[in-house]
């Protein structure tokens, strides 16, 4: 979670980038990995990511035995409700994680995935801080 937030307040543009992690009925989250934003106009309020970078993140996740469980963005300066192109773009089982920045400092974060009408559902997201080790897992169920 800190890594998204801080990723979303460090740029004005749209940030945006993959979840790793395991799902058995719940999604764990237990590891992010920042994306580059390649969208060729409005990177304010529009995200693209290269395919290869795709590619790179469904190969790292078989390797450590993990999957990609979704796609993370910003709205900088706006909710983190999904946008129509957001819908439009979006495929079923991923899991969207929508972090709003308002003036660079975070307001909130939110979890959406498609149901079989092609809208968004909202998901559940919650922190889990796991000790002695201090890792911080975010963990999405269905609402």
């Known amino acids: 979670m800190e890594e998204l937030i801080a990723n979303a307040e460090a740029t004005q543009e749209e940030c945006c980038g ?10 764990i989250i237990t590891h992010v990995v920042p994306a580059t934003n390649i969208a060729p106009s409005d990177r304010h309020s ?3 990511i290269d395919p290869l970078e795709y590619l790179h993140a469904e190969k790292w996740a078989i390797k450590n035995e993990l999957t990609l469980l979704g796609i993370y ?7 983190a409700l999904p946008s129509e ?19 660079q400092r975070f307001s909130e974060i939110r979890s959406w ?17 796991t000790t002695p080790v201090n890792t911080n897992n975010a963990i999405i169920k269905k609402t």
Not at 117 to 127: K, Y
């Open 113 to 129: 995935q498609l149901n079989l009408e092609h809208q968004f559902e909202e998901e559940i997201v919650m922190l889990e801080v």
């Open 46 to 48: 529009r995200f693209q």
């Open 73 to 79: 963005h910003s709205h900088p300066g706006s909710p």
């Open 85 to 103: 192109t957001d819908r439009k773009n979006a495929q079923p089982y991923f899991s969207y994680v929508i972090v709003s920045a308002i003036k």
């Open 18 to 27: 993959f979840l790793l992690g395991v799902d058995n009925g719940i999604r």
